[in-house]
């Protein structure tokens, strides 16, 4: 997939939508179980066909339920560009990466330093990975405008703690004006309502990227397509 995240992003927003992007996750330790018995790859698929201009792909096996297979399998059954979200922490992660079909890597700054992060930023670009650089704090974001970061997320929550703490779409509304210039911004976690995602926008946030909410909603292509209009419940 030669597609990038942040055009397939602009794409959805030119259309008038809020560019939303699914994060296909298999558990959490703050929910559990989030399939139900549902198979992952035709969720994704369920969604690239409501309208995502990119999916979100959680790799980590031991809190998340993911697995690099299951990042290959939704790469090659959809033609959206496809993110690998994991604890990254060595080139050969990003060849591994590449090698899946994956358009886009998430580098987390708080589990790197500085040289690492900067390190693994210009690998990834070398090989044709799009990098998300991921922040949750004002330095964070500071780290990531130092690196030249063309796409970044604020995570609402703090991954650090396994996204087990009760985050809101506050921390972006606090933190988006702190985002480098002309980069593509993500909201990442936590947001629960189609009026959260738009407050998002409203912030500075050019898309979403949003797991929970739609994995637990009883119709999840509805659900979809309300955080996409910014209007309406996922009930």
């Known amino acids: 997939m030669n597609t990038k995240?942040?055009?397939?992003?602009?794409?959805r927003k030119q259309a008038g939508f809020i560019p939303v992007i699914p994060d296909v996750k298999c558990?959490?330790?703050?929910?559990?179980?989030?399939?139900?018995?549902?198979?992952?790859?035709?969720?994704?698929?369920?969604?690239?066909?409501?309208?995502?201009?990119a999916l979100s792909v959680v790799t980590e096996p031991k809190n998340f339920g993911g697995s690099i297979e299951l990042l290959e399998r939704i790469a090659a059954l959809t033609k959206l560009p496809t993110?690998?979200?994991d604890?990254?922490?060595?080139?050969?992660?990003?060849?591994i990466t590449k090698d899946c079909g994956a358009a886009a890597i998430l580098l987390i700054c708080a589990t790197q330093s500085f040289s690492?992060?900067?390190?693994?930023?210009?690998?990834?670009?070398?090989?044709?990975?799009e990098p998300l650089v991921e922040a949750h704090t004002k330095e964070e974001l500071i780290l990531a405008r130092k690196i030249g970061a063309k796409l970044v997320g604020?995570?609402?929550?703090?991954?650090?703690?396994?996204?087990?703490?009760?985050?809101?779409?506050?921390?972006?509304?606090?933190?988006?004006?702190?985002?480098?210039?002309?980069?593509?911004?993500?909201?990442e976690s936590s947001l629960q309502t189609p009026a959260e995602a738009r407050a998002a926008v409203r912030a500075g946030a050019?898309?979403?990227?949003?797991?929970?909410?739609?994995?637990?909603?009883?119709?999840?292509?509805?659900?979809?397509?309300?955080?996409?209009?910014?209007?309406g419940d996922c009930n």
């Not at 995240?5 to 794409?11: L, V």
Request: with cysteine; net charge neutral.
């Open 5 to 11: 995240i942040s055009a397939s992003i602009k794409k």
């Open 154 to 187: 604020i995570n609402n929550r703090n991954i650090l703690e396994l996204e087990r703490d009760a985050g809101t779409v506050s921390a972006t509304e606090l933190l988006a004006k702190y985002k480098p210039n002309d980069a593509i911004l993500i909201s």
């Open 27 to 53: 558990t959490t330790p703050k929910e559990g179980d989030l399939l139900r018995g549902r198979d992952p790859v035709e969720v994704a698929k369920l969604l690239a066909e409501a309208g995502a201009p």
């Open 116 to 129: 690492s992060l900067m390190k693994l930023y210009e690998e990834a670009l070398k090989i044709g990975l």
């Open 206 to 231: 050019d898309a979403v990227l949003i797991g929970t909410a739609i994995w637990q909603a009883e119709n999840m292509r509805e659900c979809y397509l309300a955080f996409s209009r910014g209007v």
């Open 83 to 85: 993110l690998r979200k």
């Open 87 to 95: 604890f990254i922490a060595c080139v050969d992660d990003l060849k």
